[in-house]
């Protein structure tokens, strides 16, 4: 081991398929390993992500079935490698590591990251809220840094929730525009028939408001007779969508080819990527789908949207939770932007997003 280096360990419930799990992998390829020692610490050593680590990663099972019973494995296994900072994702995740602080050796700087707006979390996705806010006003505050996603975030949790703005720090996710560019260039194009194709992507679950770009979907075939929505991703809502897709009159329409290990090949060679959110972070899947040039209809809903917009003003964002909204959007960005001279002008500065610039934040950080 080089002298000097800084051990840091990324502590997650799983490396299974996601955004924050996307984020960890990435850093954890990128960290300077002349100033870092990455470690990998998982509650079960399991997901599509575990297979993009670089072989000099310590990857740590803790071999856990649930979080709730993970804190001695925790501390156990900070205790062994005795790492100079944890960083943490995901609320359940990082209120373990948390608690965990007062068993932890002298030193070592507690980072958690939080991965969509809380006060949208509490108001949409739990049950007992107040129980809730009381644990980010009273707990949160005992890490030794906050990391939030967007500008939009820090305002969330500075006023909702009285978070002191110096532990707070704003680090946009990566995008590895690169890697993401030459992937998608490979593979051969995944569509068949005329189209107008959409794709969407990301995990199954409510928040991402896959249902309501099912119900969108009528009034653009209405337009588009052969358009075709591609949703990748999986999660635990995947049969009740096909259900939904299905009642509609969509099963031949609307596709759901699950995780993929190269979805920019799907979103550079659709007409349209669609983010029909609730709330969000910060999309890793939307920022990669504007790398690639692909128009972007989205919802503006709580999160970074707008942060994103300001950098691709030619991304449409319509009002959230409304299909009728989202299904105008798609039908006039569709007819305005099928032509490869359209597609052409789809063109975004991301610098702000570049992943050296992210890398670079994440390690003053450690």
Not at 38 to 60: K, N
Not at 67 to 96: E, F, G, H, W
Not at 180 to 200: D, T
Not at 296 to 312: F, L, N
Request: charged share 25%; with cysteine.
């Amino acid at each position: 081991m080089s002298s000097g280096r800084r051990k840091v360990l990324f502590l997650a419930s799983s490396l299974a398929d996601g955004g924050a799990q996307r984020v960890f992998s990435i850093l954890l390829r990128h960290l300077d390993r002349s100033r870092f020692e990455p470690h990998l610490g998982v509650l079960r050593a399991e997901g599509a992500y575990l297979t993009d680590l670089p072989r000099d990663v310590g990857v740590h099972d803790m071999c856990v079935s649930r979080i709730r019973y993970s804190l001695p494995a925790i501390v156990k296994l900070i205790q062994k490698l005795r790492p100079d900072a944890v960083m943490s994702t995901m609320l359940a995740t990082n209120l373990a590591l948390i608690a965990s602080k007062p068993f932890l050796p002298r030193g070592t700087r507690v980072l958690i990251r939080e991965a969509a707006s809380p006060s949208e979390i509490l108001l949409q996705e739990t049950t007992h809220p107040r129980f809730w806010r009381w644990v980010y006003r009273h707990v949160y505050r005992h890490a030794d840094r906050v990391i939030c996603l967007s500008e939009a975030m820090v305002d969330d949790m500075v006023r909702q929730f009285n978070l002191p703005p110096e532990k707070i720090v704003r680090i946009y996710n990566p995008v590895d525009e690169e890697k993401v560019r030459e992937l998608a260039e490979s593979g051969g194009n995944p569509y068949s028939g005329p189209g107008p194709h959409l794709v969407s992507a990301g995990r199954l679950s409510r928040e991402k408001g896959f249902d309501l770009l099912i119900s969108a979907l009528p009034a653009v075939l209405k337009q588009f007779p052969n358009v075709e929505l591609v949703i990748l991703g999986e999660g635990r809502l995947k049969n009740e969508l096909k259900e939904q897709a299905a009642r509609l009159g969509l099963t031949h329409s609307v596709h759901f080819p699950g995780f993929q290990q190269n979805p920019w090949r799907y979103f550079r060679l659709a007409d349209l990527f669609v983010l029909a959110s609730r709330h969000e972070g910060m999309p890793n899947a939307l920022l990669e789908a504007l790398a690639v040039g692909t128009p972007v209809v989205a919802a503006d809903c709580p999160g970074g949207m707008r942060e994103i917009q300001s950098c691709a003003p030619q991304m449409v964002l319509v009002a959230p939770e409304d299909p009728r909204a989202l299904a105008e959007a798609i039908i006039a960005t569709c007819a305005r932007t099928r032509t490869s001279e359209n597609r052409q002008h789809a063109q975004s500065d991301l610098s702000k997003f570049n992943l050296r610039q992210v890398v670079s934040e994440y390690s003053a950080l450690f």
